[in-house]
C-alpha cells in the first residue's frame, strides 16, 4: 500500500480530520463513510461524489485497505476458511459459516495471541502484533460473502480484550448509523476474561459477551488457560453479576469438552455452584485435534450426558454444531501452515 494511510477502519469523526486536512467541507466526511461502510467501494477514485481535485489529494496520502485473501480452504459442509494478509505482513484467519437463513464469520483480532491456552495453536504461534480496526473489517469488506453475513463473533486468532482499543473501534463502526448499522445483537465478542479489558468493554460495548471457560475449578482452568493465575473465573463471574443479561444482551460461556479433563459430573457440579444465578448459557465445543497437543475430546456420548444434566438443573446448555472438519478446522492451523511455508491443498 505504499505506507499509505487506510481509510478503512476510521471513524465519522476521523474521516473529519482528514478531509479537514485535505480542505474539503465537512459534510466530505459521511459521504466517504457512506463510500466505504455503505458501498464498500475498492478505490477512492470510485468515490465520484467527491470532486476529482480532492480524490487525487486523498490519494496521495490514503488509500481505501482492502485487501483480499490470499488462500482459503472449503467445505464440504459450506465451511469457508479464509487466509488475509495484514498490512504489517502478518497472517490471520476468518471463517465464514453458512447455516440456513444465517451466515456467521468468524474474526480474528490478533496475529498469534498471547493467552497461550493449552489446547489452542494460536497460541502456540506467539505473539507477533496487534491487528488494527482496518485488519479486522477487512475481514468482512473483502470477503467474497460478505452481503450475506448475519452475525459476527470475535472467536478466531488472538484475545479481543487484548487489543481492545481496535476491537472496539471495529464494532463501532459495524453497529453506527455513519457505517454498517448493524444491531450489536449480531455481534459478539469472546475472551478468557481479561482485568484491564473486561470492565471496559461491558461498559463501552453492547454486543454480546462470550467467556471461554473450559474448566470451573481454578487450579484445572489455570493448567489449560494461564490467564487463569493473573485474572481468576471466581473475579470474572463477580463482575458479570454486576451486569443485566437479562434482556437482549446475552452472556454465553464456552466450554471445550477433554476427556477425563472437564467433563466429569464433579465439573458439571462445579460449573451450576459457580453460574447459580447468573443468566447464561453454556457452549459446549468439540476439541478439534491441535498437533503436539495431548487432550482427547470427550465423546458424543459423554457430551450429550454432560449437556443434559447441566440442563436439566437450570443452566440451559447446547453442543455447538462442528463444522469444516475436513478442512484446517482448529483455529491457527492454516495460518501456521503459511507461516512456516507448507503447501496448502486447495480444495475449491
Known amino acids: 500500500m505504499e505506507d499509505k494511510i487506510a481509510l478503512l477502519g476510521m471513524t465519522l469523526s476521523e474521516l473529519k480530520s482528514v478531509a479537514g486536512e485535505i480542505g474539503m467541507p465537512s459534510f466530505a466526511a459521511r459521504q466517504m463513510a ?7 467501494v475498492a478505490s477512492i477514485d470510485e468515490m465520484t461524489n467527491i470532486s476529482a481535485k480532492n480524490r487525487c489529494l486523498l490519494n496521495e496520502r490514503y488509500t481505501v485497505g482492502c485487501l483480499g485473501p490470499v ?11 479464509y487466509l488475509y494478509r495484514t498490512a504489517a505482513g502478518g497472517y490471520v484467519e476468518t471463517v465464514y459459516i453458512p447455516d440456513g437463513d444465517r451466515a456467521t464469520l468468524c474474526v480474528s483480532s490478533q496475529v498469534g495471541c498471547r493467552m497461550n491456552c493449552r489446547f489452542c495453536m494460536t497460541g502456540k504461534q506467539g505473539f507477533s502484533g496487534q491487528l488494527t480496526a482496518a485488519d479486522i473489517l477487512n475481514q468482512l469488506y473483502s470477503l467474497p460473502e460478505r452481503d450475506t ?29 455513519y457505517g454498517y448499522a448493524w444491531s450489536p445483537k449480531r455481534i459478539t465478542v469472546s475472551t478468557v476474561g481479561l482485568r484491564k479489558g473486561l470492565k471496559r468493554f461491558l461498559d463501552e460495548s453492547e454486543c454480546h459477551l462470550a467467556v471461554s471457560l473450559h474448566n470451573p475449578f481454578a487450579d484445572q482452568r489455570a493448567r489449560l488457560m494461564p490467564a487463569e493465575n493473573s485474572y481468576g473465573l471466581q473475579e470474572i463471574v463477580a ?14 460461556f464456552e466450554y471445550t469438552m477433554f476427556e477425563g479433563v472437564n467433563d466429569t459430573l464433579a465439573h458439571a457440579k462445579e460449573l451450576l455452584r459457580l453460574l447459580g444465578g447468573v443468566e447464561c448459557r453454556m457452549n459446549l465445543i468439540r476439541f478439534h485435534p491441535v498437533p503436539g497437543v495431548d487432550l482427547k475430546g ?7 450426558r454432560f449437556r443434559d444434566y447441566l440442563t436439566g438443573h437450570g443452566l440451559f446448555s447446547t453442543i455447538r454444531a462442528s463444522r469444516g472438519q475436513d478442512i484446517f ?14 503447501e496448502l491443498k486447495k480444495t475449491e
Open 34 to 40: 457512506e463510500w466505504l461502510y455503505g458501498k464498500k
Open 239 to 252: 463482575l458479570l453479576r454486576e451486569y443485566d443479561f437479562t434482556h437482549q444482551r446475552r452472556l454465553s
Open 329 to 342: 478446522a482448529a483455529c491457527g492451523l492454516l495460518s501456521t501452515a503459511k507461516q512456516q511455508g507448507v
Open 298 to 304: 470427550t465423546s458424543e456420548e459423554g457430551m450429550l
Open 71 to 81: 488462500d482459503c480452504q472449503r467445505s464440504a459442509d459450506g465451511t469457508v476458511k
Open 149 to 177: 453475513l448475519t452475525n459476527v463473533v470475535f472467536m478466531g486468532q488472538g484475545e479481543p480484550l487484548d487489543n481492545l482499543d481496535n476491537v472496539l473501534r471495529a464494532t463501532e463502526i459495524l453497529t453506527a448509523d
